[in-house]
């Protein structure tokens, strides 16, 4: 599909990898996580627009590129979106932050929203939205939906995982969103699992179950 992008860099994969053993302590998955999404963000960035600002070196003055337009918005899908986010705020310290609080039902699999907040100008600014694993597909699809009645129209997902499933539903129901993940996996379980994976990113990331 042309709108998703696979992260093959060496480095994404082997961390990725080092992820995906059962073995990795919380604290290791944690800090993997947040160097991945560093990497993400640099990808995910890539074509940003620039425009020519005038700054004087010690030695002369010159016309250099800048970022053009507004900060943009980093928004975690609550809770493991959030293992993402120091990372790519360690790239891109001055973005805003916004915030979508999602569940899954563990009997529908559908998304439940609990919280939302973002800047009042939202709107106007490109939506980083990030979520470990794109799965079924619900509570990224609910997450852009959120953002779109609060008017944003430039919108973009990052995921470290993602299930063929979940590729195919995001892009039907929002064919203007691009995609960039790590990995695209086999299948999804009975449970909504992705396979082979590496369980579930939130419990893995804060020591729960």
Same mark, same amino acid.
């Given at each position: *599909?042309?709108?998703?992008?696979?992260?093959?860099?060496p480095?994404?994969?082997?961390? $990725?990898?080092?992820?995906?053993?059962?073995?990795?302590?919380?604290?290791?998955?944690?800090?993997l996580?947040n160097? =991945?999404?560093?990497?993400?963000?640099?990808e995910v960035t890539?074509? $940003?627009p =620039?425009?020519? +600002?005038?700054v004087? !070196?010690?030695?002369a003055? !010159?016309?250099?590129?800048? +970022?053009?337009?507004?900060?943009?918005?980093?928004?975690?899908?609550?809770?493991?979106g959030t293992?993402? $986010?120091?990372? *790519?705020? &360690?790239?891109?310290?001055?973005?805003?932050?916004?915030?979508?609080?999602?569940?899954r039902?563990?009997? !529908?699999?559908e998304?439940?929203?609990?919280?939302?907040?973002?800047p009042?100008?939202?709107?106007?600014?490109?939506? +980083?939205?990030m979520?470990?694993?794109?799965? /079924?597909?619900?509570?990224?699809i609910?997450?852009?939906?959120? $953002?779109?009645r609060r008017?944003v129209?430039?919108?973009?997902?990052?995921c470290l995982?993602?299930a063929?499933e979940?590729?195919?539903?995001? /892009? &039907?129901?929002?064919?203007d969103v691009?995609i960039?993940?790590?990995? =695209?996996?086999?299948?999804?379980?009975?449970?909504?699992y =992705?396979?082979?994976?590496?369980g579930?990113?939130g419990?893995?990331m804060?020591? /729960?179950?």
């Amino acid at each position: *599909m042309s709108n998703v992008h696979v992260v093959s860099h060496p480095l994404v994969q082997h961390k $990725l990898t080092l992820m995906r053993d059962k073995t990795v302590s919380t604290k290791g998955f944690r800090q993997l996580l947040n160097e =991945i999404g560093m990497l993400l963000a640099y990808e995910v960035t890539r074509d $940003l627009p =620039i425009e020519l +600002i005038e700054v004087e !070196t010690p030695l002369a003055k !010159t016309m250099q590129p800048t +970022i053009a337009g507004k900060k943009l918005v980093f928004a975690p899908i609550l809770r493991a979106g959030t293992g993402f $986010l120091d990372g *790519m705020l &360690n790239l891109v310290p001055s973005a805003r932050v916004a915030h979508v609080g999602l569940y899954r039902d563990p009997q !529908t699999l559908e998304a439940v929203e609990y919280y939302f907040k973002a800047p009042t100008d939202v709107a106007e600014r490109l939506v +980083i939205v990030m979520d470990p694993m794109l799965a /079924t597909g619900n509570s990224a699809i609910a997450a852009l939906d959120r $953002l779109k009645r609060r008017g944003v129209r430039d919108m973009r997902f990052v995921c470290l995982l993602a299930a063929p499933e979940g590729v195919e539903r995001l /892009t &039907n129901a929002h064919p203007d969103v691009e995609i960039w993940t790590a990995a =695209i996996d086999e299948k999804l379980n009975d449970h909504g699992y =992705i396979v082979p994976g590496l369980g579930d990113a939130g419990d893995r990331m804060f020591g /729960t179950k």
